[in-house]
């Protein structure tokens, strides 16, 4: 390349060259992100007219990519390319950025009409997609969009910067739970700093054991005994102090990081449960729990990372309890069978957790080979002073018994609600009323003081 060439000039020579090797994407059909960003340019700069950029993410695109062994993955990306395409405006533009991710561009758009074609796009696709023609297919993945808005005379925007913007909404949006719209503003810069700076303090943590786990006691209610503990990840970060768990656990499910995070906790979780057995601190039925996200459940090393586990630290699987959430079981319902139904012939007892908040709980209590159920902690809480709650609470606690599984209650916080519980049948329950999660060496004295003063006088 020309030496003489400016930067500037120089990146304009290697666009243009790409944009000469073709417009179309290879594998959608869909004009490249040059196209578009041409077409933004000429509608800020040359007609002077306001355009709305929206940012579309697949959620979880890669977790169901690595789910099958043939080219699902593609024809997910081309049905969805399709159905996006379909969904937009005869003046719209849509492209592929790259991966699971789409651009559109609607010129002569504010901020109420981009709004519209983005709710639309998350709505329609609530709807699973027929991925395979031949054979029926289908696979359900929903979508996040960020949207941004650059008005001619009012905004100095280039369309790189509205693309930066659309991107950091989009970020935004999957930061929330994803299936759903953000829109740009400039006080989310802030977020999107302090979520690069998570995200990258979360790889050096892993590298340099910044991670604890806390135990929290689980009972049982008829008679008050000690069943169990639930493992929970806590980061202490260096001149930061304690990370809350909903600060650094999305940004580990969204990089990837859950999964040597996860492999991390359940290698700890059982290293400390075979201290605890050795030693005598616990009944001979004990168990611990460890939480699963949907993207460890989509690991298809998951299985075998457990029983690796389990062999190095000589437990029986019976001692290991898997909590999974009615979501992170909705993902992907045939993989997700597989994989549960593997860890359930593995040993591990299966737990849905947050049992009530998911909009899909009864139809997999039918195939699902979980042995318990947790009541979610929300409904606990109205236990005693909200009707309805308590009606869901037991309704919950038969069908439970119904299916032959225990029931577990989480959150629980006062006597009264111990007590209804109690009367309820419920088998379980965990809260700050029982014990608050604290370190393994907290609660090994805690036990081991509760002995002393249960045990006999000596004669």
């Not at 790259?98 to 109420?112: M, P, Q, S, Y």
């Not at 027929?130 to 280039?158: F, H």
Request: aromatic residues 6%; negative net charge; hydrophobic residues 40%.
């Amino acid at each position: 390349m020309n030496a003489e060439l400016s930067v500037r000039d120089q990146t304009c020579l290697i666009e243009s060259e790409l944009e000469v090797l073709g417009l179309d994407d290879a594998l959608t059909g869909l004009p490249n992100p040059f196209y578009l960003r041409d077409r933004a340019r000429n509608a800020l700069e040359i007609q002077g007219a306001s355009v709305s950029l929206l940012f579309l993410g697949l959620d979880h695109f890669k977790v169901i990519s690595r789910s099958f062994e043939d080219d699902t993955g593609d024809r997910l990306l081309m049905r969805a390319a399709q159905q996006i395409k379909a969904l937009i405006r005869s003046e719209d533009v849509v492209a592929r950025w790259g991966g699971d991710e789409f651009l559109i561009l609607c010129e002569k758009t504010d901020e109420r009409g981009a709004r519209t074609v983005a709710e639309r796009i998350v709505h329609a696709f609530q709807q699973p997609l027929d991925v395979n023609e031949d054979n029926g297919d289908v696979l359900r993945i929903t979508v996040s969009v960020g949207i941004a808005i650059a008005t001619s005379g009012q905004d100095d925007k280039r369309p790189v910067d509205v693309l930066g913007e659309a991107d950091t909404a989009l970020q935004l949006a999957r930061d929330r739970g994803g299936n759903q719209v953000a829109l740009y503003e400039s006080s989310i810069d802030h977020t999107a700093s302090r979520r690069l700076d998570v995200e990258q303090a979360l790889r050096r943590a892993l590298e340099r054991d910044e991670f604890v786990l806390f135990y929290q006691p689980i009972h049982n209610i008829a008679d008050g005994s000690l069943k169990g503990v639930e493992a929970l990840v806590r980061w202490i970060r260096p001149e930061h102090g304690m990370v809350p768990p909903d600060e650094f656990i999305p940004v580990a499910e969204r990089t990837g990081l859950i999964v040597p995070l996860g492999a991390w906790v359940l290698d700890e979780a059982l290293r400390q449960l075979s201290v605890w057995t050795r030693s005598g601190s616990v009944p001979a039925d004990f168990h611990v729990s460890v939480n699963l996200s949907p993207v460890q459940l989509s690991d298809p090393t998951l299985v075998d990372t457990i029983k690796r586990a389990l062999a190095e630290h000589h437990l029986e699987a019976s001692h290991l309890t898997l909590e999974m959430t009615e979501t992170a079981l909705i993902e992907d319902r045939s993989r997700m069978q597989k994989t549960v139904t593997a860890l359930a012939e593995a040993g591990a007892s299966l737990s849905i957790d947050d049992f009530g908040t998911g909009y899909s709980s009864l139809a997999y209590l039918r195939y699902l080979p979980a042995k318990e159920l947790k009541v979610d902690r929300s409904f606990v809480a109205g236990l005693t002073t909200n009707p309805r709650d308590a009606a869901l609470v037991a309704a919950v606690i038969g069908l439970a018994h119904e299916f032959g599984m225990i029931c577990v209650a989480e959150g629980v916080e006062t006597a009264e609600q111990l007590e209804r519980l109690r009367h309820l049948g419920c088998d379980l329950a965990q809260g700050y009323f029982l014990g608050r999660p604290v370190p393994a060496d907290e609660l090994t004295q805690a036990w081991q003081v509760q002995r002393d003063n249960t045990s006999p006088e000596p004669r």
